[in-house]
């Protein structure tokens, strides 16, 4: 019975630290390090959405911009409890990657790119404000997922 005991918490530990080394890691693609990146600004985590950025001076300010923004309570609650819905994933080349996507609380479309710089994965969060809004002019109607 004892072997058994020590099996199940061996098993159950050895889990425990594959979760925390996969929640650490890194991105593995440009739509992981989207999602990661749109997770923690929703979630009002600043610090952790710029390790997910290229580190340059125009995505810092912009991100400064962003967290300056006074959102009330409700607001707060709203975005963390949003869910991230990819709309559309274009592939450029092998380390660029544009993702569009909308959260369930304001449901606003919206563009980033993602690229590949030293073998990791950065959004271009200023690629937000530049691109031209072409690429959300002809946008596929939401799915109802309802049915």
């Known amino acids: 019975m004892r072997k058994i005991t020590a099996c199940i918490l061996i098993i159950i530990l050895n889990a425990c630290a594959q979760n925390d080394r996969k929640a650490d890691s890194e991105p593995q693609s440009g739509i992981d390090a989207a999602r990661d990146f749109v997770r ?73 790119r993602v690229v590949k710089e030293s073998g990791k994965w950065l959004v271009d969060f200023n690629y937000l404000f530049e691109h031209g809004m072409d690429s959300l002019l002809d946008l596929p109607p939401l799915k109802d997922t309802l049915q």
């Open 40 to 112: 923690a600004a929703l979630d009002g985590n600043y610090k952790k959405a710029r390790t997910y950025m290229l580190p340059d001076s125009v995505n810092q300010e912009r991100m400064d911009a962003v967290e300056r923004v006074n959102l009330s309570p409700e607001e707060k609650k709203g975005l963390a409890a949003a869910s991230i819905n990819i709309h559309d994933v274009d592939h450029i080349n092998d380390s660029t990657t544009i993702v569009i996507y909308s959260n369930s609380y304001k449901n606003n479309w919206d563009t980033l």
